[in-house]
């Protein structure tokens, strides 16, 4: 019995002792403002946050940093293995059951981006049947369209989102669907004026979440989506740290 209340007050006092062990292996993909690399660092608005609550409950990292894939390695990897975390990952209703949960962390519009010059109108998923689409392959843009009936021969399946900004500014395909945010943040590097071009359908307002691996510890998850709570209160009647993330990068573009 005083053994069990000794453990007990340990982690009260100390409560990142719990998750000392494992690490967990954190993964993102290159998706600015959220997540990218800058100065040989993965950064970003969602990067700060998630770093910030692991550090909160004293969960690790393995090697101490966020490892940055391509989303599909990622998304692969974080249904196969235990012990991985991938963000910043729409929450859709097909991949609910494949992880647990902790957010929403950022939230982001999935548009339909077309150069205005080509006077592109869409109103309903039959209109995309004339058009060739770029999109993130395992993206959850892309699973949309699939799921609403889109061929898979039409889409540009890529790897990275950036590679589709390319081809749709050379013309090389008709649409590129991914969030709005962060297309108009690619052109910008790209040196591409995001003003000629036009969302000409939207087809969801998302939830950015940290998708953990199913058989991550339930008490982890709980303590990791504490951290978050709180770190969304406001601070002293200001503003809170989540606030203050995500104004200094957007303070920056």
């Known amino acids: 019995m005083r ?5 007990f007050l340990l982690l009260l006092l100390f409560p990142g002792l719990l998750f000392a062990q494992p690490s967990l292996k954190v993964m993102t ?4 403002p959220f997540n990218f690399i800058k100065d040989d660092r993965v950064v970003g608005i969602s990067t ?7 550090q909160q ?3 690790s990292m393995e090697q101490n940093k966020v490892q940055m894939y391509p989303w599909t390695r990622a998304y692969h990897e974080v249904q196969d293995f235990p012990n991985t975390a991938l963000y910043s990952m729409a929450r859709t209703s097909d991949r609910e059951d494949l992880f647990k949960w902790v957010g929403p962390i950022a939230a982001v519009t999935m548009g339909v981006i ?3 010059n080509r006077g592109i109108k869409i109103s309903t998923i039959e209109d995309f049947k004339q058009y060739q689409i770029g999109t ?22 890529l790897a990275f989102p950036e590679m589709n900004v390319k081809k749709l500014q050379t013309d090389r395909i008709d649409l590129f669907v991914f969030n709005v945010q962060t297309t108009q943040y690619l052109m910008l590097t790209l040196g591409i004026n995001p003003e ?18 199913k058989e ?16 969304k209160q406001p601070v002293g009647g200001g503003k809170s740290q989540f606030e203050q993330i995500v104004e200094k990068y957007l303070a920056e573009e």
């Open 3 to 7: 053994k069990n209340i000794c453990h």
């Open 196 to 213: 000629e071009y036009e969302t000409v359908f939207s087809l969801k307002k998302m939830d950015l979440y940290i998708g953990l691996h």
């Open 29 to 32: 993909e290159e998706l600015p």
């Open 136 to 157: 993130v392959r395992d993206g959850a843009p892309e699973q949309l369209l699939i799921k609403s009936g889109v061929n898979v021969e039409q889409l540009s399946r």
């Open 48 to 54: 700060e946050i998630v770093q910030a609550i692991f």
């Open 216 to 231: 991550t510890d339930a008490t982890l998850v709980a303590a990791l989506q504490r951290a978050l709570d709180k770190m």
């Open 114 to 116: 077309a150069k205005k």
């Open 57 to 59: 409950v004293g969960c």
